[in-house]
């Protein structure tokens, strides 16, 4: 008969294994050539484990920028910029286009546009069609790197903001192929397609960022979406 002390010990341990296989994955510390999960690639939407094989870019800067490829962007790799004081960044590009749409980007984590490219190929531009006939050929960037702390939350206001590492993007509408443009600001409170384009997009969105707030999450984030692929997770 087993001693209830040890059947204790082995299921803390084996909880403790499951928490640490997990953090591995999720701080992207496990090789893709040890992962069993399938490298990712922009050509199709992603079905399973899409956060792990995300985070699995991270560290690996030749298999991050093996995926970022044209026509579903257009990146140029940059130099490292050491973290000082919580701020700079590293395995990051210059993303000019991405999912056939513009896009001024001069520091962007590789993780971060991979998961950018994922959204616009297979949720924004097929969304577009649907709405307007028309694809995105432009994106309002209202942001990437910003060596600052968090906004628009007492609680978190000492912490340093995930555009200090340029791992966030900021965007603020979409600029179509016929001229028109949705803006975030003017068109999210409202009841007609370019409101419904602008929620369906934002809500899929949460499939490729962890973070993915909009206008409903508070007031500092009225006129854009702040998506990125920080520790912490928040779809709203």
Known sequence: MRRPGRVFLRILLAILVLVAL??????????????PFAPITL?????????FRLAALRSDSAL????????????????????????????????????GAELGAAQLTCETAVGLALWMEHEVQPLAMAAFGSRVV????????ACRNIIGNKKWAKLRSQHALAN?????G???EGGQHISVARDWKGHDREARF????????CRYFRVAIGPDYNAAHWNHFHYDRGLFTRCH
Not at 198 to 205: D, M, P, Q, T
């Open 64 to 99: 991050c920028r093996g995926v970022l490829s044209e026509p579903h962007i257009e990146a140029t790799p940059i130099p490292d910029n050491a973290i000082t004081n919580g701020c700079g960044w590293t395995n990051a590009v210059r993303v000019g286009r991405v999912g």
């Open 198 to 205: 602008l929620r369906e997009v934002h809500a899929r969105a």
């Open 138 to 145: 432009g994106l309002d960037d209202m942001g990437t790197y």
């Open 22 to 35: 997990f953090g591995a994955f999720w701080f992207g510390l496990v090789p893709q050539r040890y992962s």
């Open 174 to 176: 979409f600029r179509l």
């Open 43 to 51: 050509a199709e939407r992603p079905s399973w484990f899409v956060d």
């Open 168 to 172: 966030a993007v900021d965007i603020g």
